[in-house]
């Protein structure tokens, strides 16, 4: 049957599934001037309300060419009341056409149940349940900030030359490091002591001015641009940025075309007789553990301190999931009160909290033989720390306390890798990296496969 041009109606599904029909693409000019010459000559397929079911583009390039009486097969099993097979009807009757790579995964993404609005709300329920929104109060105080007079900072004056040229030196040999903390940047001055001002031959020491000094430095020269804002790090102030894309082209192109496998990561210890974990005092070493951590897939936490119940907690959660029949734990803390403690708190929490009782604690950074070792220089903050357990601390070993960053991150690396080989079946380790091998070179043909399935559906 013909029916009037405009009684057809383009259907929202095919614009979800394959974009709108532009009117200026060559395509649709070149269809529009084949139906000028010879009319449409295969029907539209269409609904009893008017809803186009197949022939999107013979419609626009219809009225593109003046043609306003189209053939058409009107069908009534597929309407409004039956949506499923409406879009199950559309999807077929597009099965030879090319399509995209958006086309064909958003025709995938519908393959069970084709409705733009379920596929939507799915999606962002799944974002929710990743990262659910706290609730505003009703009514929010919200005050405007006036940023005051404008500061200039002091340019870095020429009596503090070498003084710079030493922080350079530092970075430059800790390159493979980076980004380092504030921290560790001042223990490794204190092995050269250069001259924080060569007009007064005042040297860096381990003391509150020089620290306040070298920080004020860094802050002048990171905005100067002499050193790179990114060569330190400050792990104790967070900050998060979610990842997103701006269309779902750029989202396919690069989860499929660029980085399909690249986020696989084979558990190397899943055939080690013991669950390892690896906890670390504080913020600022996170980078140097966190290498380490990666490297043998160890579960890494991080904790300011004593560790609270929900890392605890997690760390039992692992091991039991893991089905394993003991724990190994490694702490590295520092060598004051607190951090002799702290791997004994989370031993006694685990047995008295947990009920578990086949779990080893292990301390292998910072011991008083290692201080020895490394001929590491006092935290002169140390007066400063107040707690129950110092006295104890000072009765046994003295009232020099030291920290984690004293290390250089070569040293603590060196003593984790020694840890961690010394508590795992290094042989059933280097199996498993075997295996993660072989596995990449699968990931890679799987994904020559994707990004060739593409193209081809592109030409």
Same mark, same amino acid.
């Given at each position: 049957?013909?029916?009037?041009?405009?009684?057809?109606?383009?259907?929202?599904?095919?614009?979800?599934?394959?974009?709108?029909?532009?009117?200026?693409?060559?395509?649709?000019?070149?269809?529009?001037?084949?139906?000028?010459?010879?009319?449409?000559?295969?029907?539209?397929?269409?609904?009893?309300?008017?809803?186009?079911?197949?022939?999107?583009?013979?419609?626009?390039?219809?009225?593109?060419?003046?043609?306003?009486?189209?053939?058409?097969?009107?069908?009534?099993?597929?309407?409004?009341?039956?949506?499923?097979?409406?879009?199950?009807?559309?999807?077929?009757?597009?099965?030879?056409?090319?399509?995209?790579?958006?086309?064909?995964?958003?025709?995938?993404?519908?393959?069970?149940?084709?409705?733009?609005?379920?596929?939507?709300?799915?999606?962002?329920?799944?974002? $929710?349940?990743?990262?659910?929104?706290?609730?505003?109060?009703?009514?929010?105080?919200?005050?405007?900030?006036?940023?005051?007079?404008?500061?200039?900072?002091?340019?870095?004056?020429?009596?503090?030359?070498?003084?710079?040229?030493?922080?350079?030196?530092?970075?430059?040999?800790?390159?493979?490091?980076?980004? @380092?903390?504030?921290?560790?940047?001042?223990?490794?001055?204190?092995?050269?002591?250069?001259?924080?001002?060569?007009?007064?031959?005042?040297?860096?020491?381990?003391?509150?001015?020089?620290?306040?000094?070298?920080?004020?430095?860094?802050?002048?020269?990171?905005?100067?641009?002499?050193?790179?804002?990114?060569?330190?790090?400050?792990?104790?102030?967070?900050?998060?940025?979610?990842?997103?894309?701006?269309?779902?082209?750029?989202?396919?192109?690069?989860?499929?075309?660029?980085?399909?496998?690249?986020?696989?990561?084979?558990?190397?210890?899943?055939?080690?007789?013991?669950?390892?974990?690896?906890?670390? $005092?504080?913020?600022?070493?996170?980078?140097?553990?966190?290498?380490?951590?990666?490297?043998?897939?160890?579960?890494?936490?991080?904790?300011?301190?004593?560790?609270? @119940?929900?890392?605890?907690?997690?760390?039992?959660?692992?091991?039991?999931?893991?089905?394993?029949?003991?724990?190994?734990?490694?702490?590295?803390?520092?060598?004051?009160?607190?951090?002799?403690? @702290?791997?004994?708190?989370?031993?006694?929490?685990?047995?008295?909290?947990?009920?578990?009782?086949?779990?080893?604690?292990?301390?292998?950074?910072?011991?008083?033989?290692?201080?020895?070792?490394?001929?590491?220089?006092?935290?002169?903050?140390?007066?400063?720390?107040?707690?129950?357990?110092?006295?104890?601390?000072?009765?046994?070993?003295?009232?020099?306390?030291?920290?984690?960053?004293?290390?250089?991150? $070569?040293?603590?690396?060196?003593?984790?890798?020694?840890?961690?080989?010394?508590?795992?079946?290094?042989?059933?380790?280097?199996?498993?990296?075997?295996?993660?091998?072989?596995?990449?070179?699968?990931?890679?043909?799987?994904?020559?496969? @994707?990004?060739?399935?593409?193209?081809?559906?592109?030409?």
């Amino acid at each position: 049957m013909e029916v009037d041009r405009q009684w057809l109606r383009p259907s929202p599904q095919n614009m979800d599934f394959y974009g709108p029909v532009l009117p200026r693409s060559a395509e649709t000019l070149a269809l529009a001037a084949s139906i000028a010459r010879a009319g449409v000559l295969a029907p539209l397929l269409a609904d009893s309300e008017g809803w186009i079911i197949s022939g999107h583009r013979r419609w626009g390039a219809a009225g593109l060419a003046g043609v306003e009486r189209l053939p058409v097969i009107v069908v009534d099993w597929c309407g409004r009341d039956h949506p499923e097979r409406f879009t199950r009807a559309l999807l077929e009757s597009n099965c030879y056409r090319h399509k995209t790579a958006v086309e064909k995964l958003r025709e995938l993404a519908v393959s069970g149940a084709a409705d733009a609005d379920a596929a939507y709300r799915r999606l962002r329920e799944s974002r $929710e349940a990743e990262f659910r929104l706290r609730a505003l109060p009703q009514e929010l105080a919200i005050d405007h900030v006036d940023a005051g007079e404008t500061r200039t900072r002091r340019p870095i004056a020429a009596t503090e030359g070498e003084f710079l040229a030493a922080v350079f030196d530092v970075l430059k040999d800790l390159q493979e490091h980076l980004p @380092i903390s504030l921290r560790q940047l001042h223990y490794r001055l204190l092995n050269r002591k250069p001259l924080r001002n060569s007009r007064r031959r005042t040297r860096y020491a381990n003391d509150q001015k020089s620290y306040k000094h070298l920080s004020d430095l860094l802050t002048r020269a990171r905005f100067a641009g002499t050193v790179p804002m990114a060569a330190l790090d400050d792990n104790t102030r967070a900050s998060i940025q979610w990842r997103s894309d701006r269309t779902v082209d750029g989202y396919i192109s690069r989860r499929l075309l660029q980085e399909f496998g690249s986020d696989y990561r084979r558990d190397l210890l899943q055939t080690q007789p013991a669950h390892v974990e690896l906890v670390g $005092e504080k913020d600022s070493v996170r980078a140097t553990l966190e290498r380490m951590a990666y490297h043998y897939r160890l579960p890494l936490t991080i904790n300011r301190g004593y560790a609270s @119940i929900p890392p605890r907690a997690a760390m039992v959660a692992r091991y039991r999931a893991s089905g394993k029949a003991r724990m190994t734990v490694l702490v590295a803390a520092d060598f004051d009160a607190e951090g002799q403690d @702290i791997p004994r708190d989370l031993a006694a929490g685990f047995r008295d909290d947990f009920d578990l009782a086949h779990v080893q604690v292990l301390k292998v950074a910072l011991t008083a033989g290692q201080v020895e070792r490394f001929n590491l220089p006092p935290n002169t903050d140390a007066d400063a720390k107040r707690g129950s357990r110092k006295a104890g601390f000072v009765a046994r070993h003295g009232r020099a306390v030291y920290e984690l960053e004293a290390l250089s991150p $070569e040293q603590l690396q060196g003593l984790v890798v020694d840890a961690i080989e010394a508590t795992i079946d290094m042989e059933r380790f280097r199996v498993e990296v075997e295996a993660e091998r072989a596995e990449a070179l699968e990931l890679e043909k799987v994904r020559h496969k @994707i990004r060739t399935a593409i193209l081809e559906g592109e030409r």
